[in-house]
């Protein structure tokens, strides 16, 4: 019976011992690789980071690529954020010039780069987009930067709503074109529900679908959205009357 007890007793501590060190090379184990993942987010970002601010425009579109598979695989980080609003505002945020002549005016890159920020829905990728929303002038890049604003979502005090609307304005005076149109529509069917004061919006709305030059399709979507906004906007006049 002794022998029993000390068997089982030898038995138990070979058990904890055991245990304790698979804990222990568990433990190892991902605290290397925590410090790996580490190194290889910090070498992205370097590389990223450079490739971003490089004069070349292949170089931009490399950048582009890292940083598409970076959004998508969930890694995003604080210096891929600012390496999208540097590529989102090349050309007009930042301008670089030979004899007088800007050389870095890259539209598709400044598109691409507004996309990739609307799938990071963060009060920064939203700031960045407001800025390209006002300052740019191509409307493909204004049209991207618009879709983006719908999908990320933030609309504290109606600042992107407000934004959307002058970017519609004004590009419904300088150059009206459908794509950006129906942009506006869609982001404002996201944006709906956080919009405070709807009147601007539904003047922005109005005018989509009172405006010809628009093709058919957009101004019926407008007058769809219309019906929404008024019909939503009579609802919460008769709730606060109560």
């Given at each position: ?125 939203k700031q960045s987009l ?108 008769k709730s606060n009357s109560?």
């Amino acid at each position: 019976m002794k022998a029993f007890k000390i068997a089982a007793l030898t038995a138990c501590v070979s058990l904890l011992s055991f245990s304790a060190f698979a804990q222990s090379s568990s433990s190892a184990s991902k605290e290397e690789k925590n410090v790996e993942d580490t190194y290889l987010s910090t070498v992205e970002d370097v590389v990223i980071t450079e490739l971003a601010a490089s004069d070349e425009r292949d170089n931009k579109m490399v950048a582009l690529q890292y940083l598409e598979d970076a959004v998508n695989g969930g890694r995003t980080t604080p210096d891929m954020i600012k390496a999208l609003d540097s590529l989102a505002g090349e050309g007009v945020n930042t301008q670089a010039r030979k004899n007088n002549r800007l050389v870095n005016n890259y539209p598709d890159i400044r598109a691409k780069a507004c996309d990739l920020l609307g799938q990071v829905k963060t009060e920064e990728s939203k700031q960045s987009l407001v800025k390209i929303a006002l300052a740019d002038n191509e409307p493909m890049v204004i049209t991207a930067a618009i879709r983006a604003l719908g999908e990320v979502g933030i609309n504290d005090n109606d600042d992107v709503s407000e934004t959307i609307a002058w970017a519609q304005r004004k590009n419904s005076v300088l150059n009206p074109t459908s794509s950006l149109a129906l942009e506006v529509l869609i982001a404002y069917e996201k944006l709906a529900d956080t919009v405070e004061n709807k009147s601007s919006m539904i003047q922005t709305v109005s005018a989509i679908a009172a405006n010809y030059h628009y093709v058919t399709p957009v101004r019926t979507r407008a007058l769809e959205l219309l019906k929404k906004l008024q019909g939503s906007n009579s609802n919460k006049s008769k709730s606060n009357s109560k």
